[in-house]
């Protein structure tokens, strides 16, 4: 192998993409979700921001979909608040369990 394409190889194995960062509207096309569901997950701490941009606008990072994939997965069997306890690694419920009325937490 030549010094210029061992070199091109070992440069380009260095550089790495830019992360891909999707404000709220790109998110919301994506799963389906409203606008305002997005804002509501965000702040009750069931999902995170990545970054905001210079205007003030959220930026979320590409696990945010597998992280609204297991909000959706859990909300077939839990509350919002449940979700967030679980989520924060706060609850006693496995994830396995069915929520029954006795544990029926209202948001």
Not at 11 to 39: A, C, M
């Amino acid at each position: 192998m030549s010094p210029l394409v061992h070199r091109a190889k070992s440069l380009s194995s260095s550089l790495k993409p830019p992360r891909k960062l999707y404000r709220i509207g790109e998110v919301i096309q994506h799963t389906g979700l409203s606008r305002q569901t997005v804002h509501n997950y965000t702040t009750m701490g069931l999902i995170c921001e990545s970054e905001w941009t210079p205007g003030g606008h959220r930026l979320y990072d590409e696990s945010v979909f597998e992280q609204l994939a297991v909000i959706a997965e859990l909300k077939r069997t839990r509350t919002l608040r449940q979700i967030a306890g679980i989520l924060a690694g706060g609850s006693s419920l496995s994830l396995g369990k069915q929520a029954g009325p006795d544990r029926a937490d209202p948001v």
